[in-house]
Each structure stands twice: as C-alpha cells, then as structure tokens.
C-alpha cells in the first residue's frame, strides 16, 4: 500500500497577498513534494486543509496556492492574512495609514478609540442585519488519513486551535504518524518579547504537537533546545527531532532600485537593520549605541531601518523620531518593496542585527548572500546561520554591539570578512530543505 | 432527663461538604446515639456557607467585612463574634440561656476566644469538650507565611491562638483529638491525660445514585476520557501547596485520553488562579489534561470516586489526620498519597494498590506506574483493615467516654 504524504495547507486558501514567513516554507517545501512526487511515481503527496468550523480535513489540490507573487508588489504585512481578529486588524490599518501627527492629537487620543468602537458596533450590526449570512458550504471531499500515511504540519495550526485536538483524536483512531516544523517558542518561552494575543493558543498548540508528533522539524537548534526545554517544563513525551535548514535564496529578478525616500548623494554611506519594530528586534540596543557614541565623540553613519512599527514599539519608534541627535542619522522605512530592499542590502556599509530572540534569523542570511558583513547578536538561532565566519555581541550589551560596528567601519576589516563571506557562505535552496524533510 | 449538649463550631454542619463539617457531623451523630439532646449552631460567614439552619448565627457586618480584609484569620473573627459582635451575642446569649445546656463542645479552639468570656459574663460553667482538628496555633503560622503576612501580625494571631489553645486544654473536661502526635502536644501543653481521647478521622460510606453515575459516565465519552486521576480538596492553602508541590502544573506527563479530575473548591480556586493572564505555560496547558469538577454533593462525588481510577493525595503539611485519605482508603482504588498524606493511617501503607512517594519526580512516576498497572483485589482481611476508617469505628471509644460525662 502507497504512504501518502499529507501536506496541511490551511493558512494558505484564500491567500492572495505576498506570502509571509511561515508561506514561504511551507511553499517552498510542497513544491519541491509535487516535483518529487511527479518524478517518483511511487510516492504519493496529498494536500487537506482544516475547517474549524465542522472540524473536519478536507483533500484539496495544491493549484489553490498562488505561486509567490511578483516581487515587485509592495510587501504586505503577513499580519493581515484572513486569520488574524479584527480588532488586530483594524490596529494596524491604523499604524500605517493615519498619520502620527493625528494619532498623537490629544483629543484623538482621548476620545478615538470610544468612537472608533461605536461606529465598528454600527457597522458590525448592520452588516449581520443586512449582510448575507454565512452558512459553511465544503465542496472538497474528506481527508482521510490511513495508518501509513504521515501528515506534515508546516504551517501556522496554531492559527485554527481545534486542528491539533481534532488530530491528536483521528491519530488514535487511525495511527498515521504526524511530523511538524517548530519555528520558535518566543511566543511561549519569552512572552515579554511578543504580543500575548496568541499567548494560550500557541501554547497549547505546542503541547498538542510534543504529544502527537512522531517527529518534530526544528528550524534550527536553539529552537529544538527550546522545545525540549518547554517539553521538560510540562513533562511531556519527547518526540524524535530533525534540525531542518529552511530555504533563503533570494530570487533578484528585477533590478535593485533606490527606495523613495532615500536621496542617493545623502546615503552613501550607512548601516542596515532589517526587521519590524519591536520590543524581540531589539531596535533600543542600535538607538542607546548610537547615543553611546555621540557620547564618545564618535560620529557613525546614518541607519536605515527597513520595518514597520509593531507591537510595543512606540516609545522606541518615538525616541527614534524625536531625538534630536539621533533623527538626523536615522531613517525608518516601514514599507519597501523587494527591489528596494535589494538595493539597501547592496549599497550599505553592512548589516546589524540585534534581535533578543529568532527561530532562525532571515535578514542575516539575506545579508550574507548580498556578501555583506553582518554585525549580529549571540541570542537564540543567530549565530547558527554563520557560524564562525560573524563575529556576535551580546544582545544586551550597548558596549560590545558599539565595538563591533567600529571594528567593521574599517574598510580593510570588512573587505577581507566579505572576501570570506563571498567564498565561505552559501544559502541554502528549498530542495535541500525537502531531502532533509522528506525520509522516503 | 436527657443531658444536653450545645455543639460549636466556625461553620454551621448542614450538608456538609469540608473535613472539618464532615467530622463535626460525625461526632453530633455520636452525641446523639449515645442519648445527648444535641442543639449544634455554626457562627458563620454567609458569603462562605449558603446551607445552615435556625440554630446557626450568621455574622454581624462589620464581622463580614473584616473577614473580607483578612479571609486568612476569618476563624478568629467567627470565634470573636461571640463577645464582640451584638448580633452574634444576643443570639447565643439566647442558645445559653434557653437552651441551658449541661455541656458544650468546642470543635476547634476558635469559639472559646468570645465564649470564654461570655461565659464568665453570664455566670455560666458548663462541662466542656474540646473538639481538635489540630495544633493549631502552629498550622495558623504557616497559612499566613504563606500568605506573606507581616510577621508582627502573625505573631500577634499565633500568640493569641496559642494561649487560647493552652487554656482550653487545662479547663476543658474531656479531648478529643485526631492523631497521636497532636495528643501528645496536648500532654505536653499540660492536659491531663485520663481526660484525653483519640478519635481519628474517618468517613461514612460511599453512596450515590445511578443518575450521578450517569453524569460523570456521559462527561468521560463526551471528552473521551479513559483513564481518571481524581484529586479531591478545598481550597485551603495546604491542598493548593501540595498539588503545586508534589504535581505541579505541568500535567503533559498524561496521555489524551487521561484527566486530572479536580473537586471540591480547589477546582474554582485553580480555576481563577491558574489562567493565561499569567503568560505562564504551565497555566495555558493546565486545562488540556485537568477537568474543574467543582464542589459536588455526597453523592455526586461519591459517582465521581466510584469512576476513577487513582486518587491521588499530595498532602504536604497541616497537622491532623485527613479526611480525604480516609475515603481513598475505603474508596479501594488506586492510591498515590505522600507520607504526610497517610499521617495517622499509617498502617493503610501496607493496603496493595497504595504508592507513597515524597518528592515532585516520584510523585509523578507514582501516578504513571498507578494508571498502568492494574489494581490487586482485597483480601477480606484486608478489607476489614480498611473499615478502620469508618466514622462508626474512629468514634467508638469516643462514644465510650462521652457516655460517662
């Protein structure tokens, strides 16, 4: 009897924007499942997605994800996919369309939300009174899952809470095994560093996945450090792990072109930091180096930091944009577009990266294979991206991250490391990934 | 002419649900068989017990809000009220007077606080018997260091409980007392001995209804729940400090079809104490494997014992013998209980199906080794060892001796 491999694609129906993080793995790795399997007639590869509603499977075909979007288009926050809440929903529309200037007006402030709420209460009534009603309609056939079968969790489960339970029960009835990719357990382990809207749902997603999966797919090993470590704290069964690296070839098929807001004579020179503004990205540590080094008389190059402004981030974003020493030298893009960034990773002096927390650490990656010099923190996932070929600092230490970007504003110390760069590292392509997933 | 006796105690006795109710219910049953006209009457917080009688006192306001501020020393309060709240007084004024008993017995030391001197005011010296559930003086102590009260102020409450409890051992007529040691204490405290007896804690057989059986039986299938670790308590600071000791919240160690079963207050207490408001992953997973019972009636709770598998008793401080070992004793089932859990049943250590264990590690092992192994019939002698445990059994020398008063 054919093992069919069931690849769970739930949070990609009805997609249609620019594929987040979590998307592109799972993308990346059912693509290279279908051209396997299509060359292998031996091996079967399904796909199903789960519908909270009737909490059921349902087999569907893997046409009904969009390929990855042109790259051009400018990138979406992965926030607004279908699944995040509403009231979610409508924070960050607000953070990026309204102005500052009205969102920091007293009387906004005062009364905004409260009428905010009123007119969503209107709107909420009138579209369930008026509104077509939503009746769960489900063409696809049923899933169904036989004891050899393996289903491969790549996604974001933790987004529709009862698929876990809804396995764990089928498991036990039927004995398929279930392998799943851990991403990280910032949301768990370091509550302090993540918005705690998801708090109870993906924690309990992640003592689901230690009981039921034969085998989990760490993207990293500090991630399956911290996994085992979550499962010793809530004595749970241990499953057997595989440390996957995940795709991070960067396709340039359009030319790098400067973002809009950047004059080219003023921006010769600077420092890159990739990544949405928030509290884990640790943008407080560049802004205290920064002062540290008006302090010490010592004159750094401007700072571009590509991200929107995300949970928590408002007094860092503020200092940022108010401080008069530091606002000259700083430039916040919250939206750039592909090319764009591809022409800030080219033309900057190198990359910094302070995170206090990743699973794995994409725009150290990114960085490496523009064959630019990453200044990056020792926390978490980091340093297994390069290894020894990067020197690291620790993330809470203004000092040592200062120390590093002078080391590397040398331009004999840089070239050598971007020669060693340019000859030591490779990225990764998702095949690679697929062999270290796939075990048929 | 029948003697009477006024019984008191800090909670009124109808539909018992506590060990302290249960063993109070018990011992005026034992009254009453041996011939006593028995008026028993709780001074009583309304907001804690819904169920009382005419006889029981409800507490005055200012008495209520003071529990509210201090809910740790509310036995004090009750016990007070006898002197300082008018409401509490008259009311057992009238109960002295009226009711004019030949005896009064004290269950825990609490009410002799405000009677001690009302007595004194009316001129009244009955026979007394003091009823113990502990040393309590030293069981206050480590509530409120749990608690972390001021130290002045449980030295103050300590002093004072102490001393009362020192008086009532002397000037009382005849103790009763739970387990060895705490007689002991008591000799030592000065009582005198011929006037001491040992009535450790026991229970009244299980019953139920097929409806409750039903109930529970409906909620496994519903859930699919297999396998029941049932944990029983209150809400009182040693059942909490004993779960989290010795099982903590990490409940991953169960499989999906096995349920830690919570009953008694403890299950709203965990209830409201143990939610993601904390961002604490144990408090996030808790709920996963453990389902919150809430305080059930005898014979709910007696359908919800019948159905388990393993109780478990992760007792790990308190004086006194408990109740809630006493029923897993007789609940023959699988038991994993702490050395202090088995504290005056000691001899039950050598009952098959019984896995004592003393640290979180082998607390935990234990459950795991109790839910696959499979229970070992009784022998009948056995079972008769067992039997100890009934209420009947526990009070007979009690009865004995309060015969001859």
């Known amino acids: 009897m054919t093992k069919t491999t069931w690849i769970d694609i739930t949070d990609m129906i009805g997609w249609t924007g620019q594929f987040g993080g979590t998307q592109r793995v799972v993308y990346g790795i059912a693509n290279e499942y279908v051209q396997y399997a299509n060359k292998h007639k031996n091996t079967s590869v399904k796909f199903c997605f789960f519908s909270e509603k009737t909490r059921k499977f349902y087999e569907t075909s893997f046409d009904v994800i969009k390929p990855m979007n042109d790259i051009d288009e400018v990138s979406k926050n992965d926030k607004m996919s279908k699944n995040i809440d509403t009231k979610e929903r409508v924070k960050i529309i607000i953070q990026t369309y309204v102005p500052n200037r009205i969102l920091s007006n007293a009387y906004v402030k005062r009364y905004g939300k409260t009428i905010g709420k009123q007119v969503y209460g209107i709107a909420k009534k009138a579209k369930n009174e008026l509104g077509p009603k939503k009746i769960t309609i489900i063409n696809e056939p049923e899933a169904i899952f036989e004891h050899n079968d393996t289903v491969l969790l790549l996604g974001k489960p933790w987004d529709t809470p009862m698929m876990m339970p809804t396995l764990q029960l089928l498991k036990e009835q039927k004995g398929f095994l279930i392998e799943t990719i851990i991403y990280d357990l910032v949301i768990s382990l370091q509550p302090q560093l993540h918005t705690p809207v998801l708090f109870k749902d993906y924690t309990q997603y992640l003592f689901y996945v230690a009981q039921c999966s034969d085998r989990i797919l760490p993207i990293s090993k500090s991630s399956e450090r911290d996994f085992y470590e979550f499962c010793d704290r809530m004595r749970l069964p241990k499953p057997e792990s595989k440390v996957i690296r995940i795709g991070d070839i960067i396709h340039k098929s359009k030319e790098p072109t400067i973002p809009r807001q950047m004059d080219r004579q003023k921006s010769k020179q600077f420092l890159l930091c990739v990544g949405t503004i928030e509290v884990r990205k640790n943008h407080a540590l560049l802004y205290y180096v920064y002062k540290l080094a008006h302090e010490r008389g010592i004159n750094l190059p401007q700072l571009v930091i590509v991200g929107r402004v995300g949970w928590n981030a408002k007094d860092i974003y503020t200092m940022y944009k108010n401080d008069p020493l530091i606002k000259e030298q700083t430039i916040i893009l919250d939206s750039v577009t592909d090319p764009e960034l591809s022409w800030l990773y080219e033309n900057c002096l190198f990359s910094v990266y302070p995170s206090m927390y990743e699973g794995w650490g994409l725009p150290v990656a990114e960085s490496l294979q523009y064959g630019k010099v990453v200044v990056a923190s020792n926390s978490s996932s980091i340093p297994e991206i390069a290894g020894e070929l990067l020197e690291y600092f620790s993330p809470y230490s203004v000092d040592e991250c200062l120390h590093l970007i002078l080391k590397y504003l040398d331009d004999e110390r840089r070239t050598a490391l971007e020669k060693k760069i340019h000859s030591n590292y490779s990225p990764t392509n998702w095949r690679h990934t697929f062999m270290q997933v796939n075990t048929s | ?405």
């Not at chain 2, 009316?122 to 018997?129: N, Q, R």
């Not at chain 2, 002397?170 to 060895?180: F, G, H, P, V, Y």
């Not at chain 2, 010795?246 to 207490?269: E, N, T």
Request: with cysteine.
């Open chain 2, 1 to 405: 002419m029948t003697k009477k006796i006024l019984v008191l105690s800090t909670y009124p006795i109808k539909n018992p649900q506590h060990g302290g109710q249960k063993r109070l219910a018990a011992i005026v049953n034992a009254y009453i068989d041996v011939g006593y006209t028995v008026k028993a009457v709780g001074i009583f917080d309304k907001a804690v017990y819904k169920d009382h009688t005419a006889d029981d006192i409800s507490l005055g306001i200012s008495s209520a809000v003071e529990i509210r501020k201090n809910p740790w020393t509310g036995d004090i309060v009750c016990g007070r009220a006898i002197i300082d709240d008018p409401h509490v007084k008259e009311a057992m004024k009238k109960h002295l007077i009226e009711f004019a008993p030949n005896a009064i017995h004290l269950e825990q030391p609490f009410v002799y606080l405000g009677l001690e001197p009302l007595l004194l005011e009316l001129g009244l010296s009955p026979t007394i018997i003091y009823g113990s559930q502990n040393v309590e003086a030293p069981m206050k102590r480590e509530i409120l260091e749990s608690q972390y009260e001021p130290e002045s102020e449980i030295y103050n409450t300590v002093k004072l409980i102490g001393e009362c409890e020192r008086r009532l051992v002397k000037q009382c007529d005849l103790l009763t007392a739970c387990t060895k040691s705490d007689l002991e204490t008591y000799w030592k405290m000065g009582a005198d001995k011929k006037k001491t007896v040992l009535s450790q804690n026991g229970i009244d057989r299980l019953h139920t209804t097929e409806g409750d059986k039903h109930h529970w039986e409906n909620i496994y299938k519903k859930n699919g729940i297999v396998t029941k670790i049932l944990f029983i308590a209150s809400a009182h600071p040693p059942s909490i400090t004993g779960f989290i000791q010795m099982i903590g919240k990490g409940l991953g160690f169960l499989a999906p079809h096995q349920r830690m079963m919570i009953a008694g207050s403890v299950s709203d207490y965990f209830k409201n104490i143990f939610n993601t408001k904390n961002l604490d992953i144990g408090d996030a997973t808790f709920w996963i494997r453990a389902v919150p019972c809430g305080r059930l009636s005898e014979s709910s709770l007696g359908a919800l014992i019948e159905s388990c598998d393993v109780l478990v008793l992760p007792i790990t401080e308190g004086g006194g013998s408990n109740l809630k070992t006493a029923e897993a004793i007789m609940a023959n089932k699988k038991v994993v209980a702490t050395s202090h859990a088995l504290r005056s049943f000691e001899w039950a250590a050598k009952l098959p199906n019984i896995w004592i264990a003393d640290t979180q590690d082998e607390f935990v092992a234990a459950i795991r080794q109790a839910i696959d192994t499979e229970i070992i019939p009784r022998t009948k002698l056995e079972e008769k060892k067992a039997e100890q445990v009934l209420w009947v059994n526990q009070l007979a020398e009690f009865r004995e001796r309060i015969k001859k008063i």
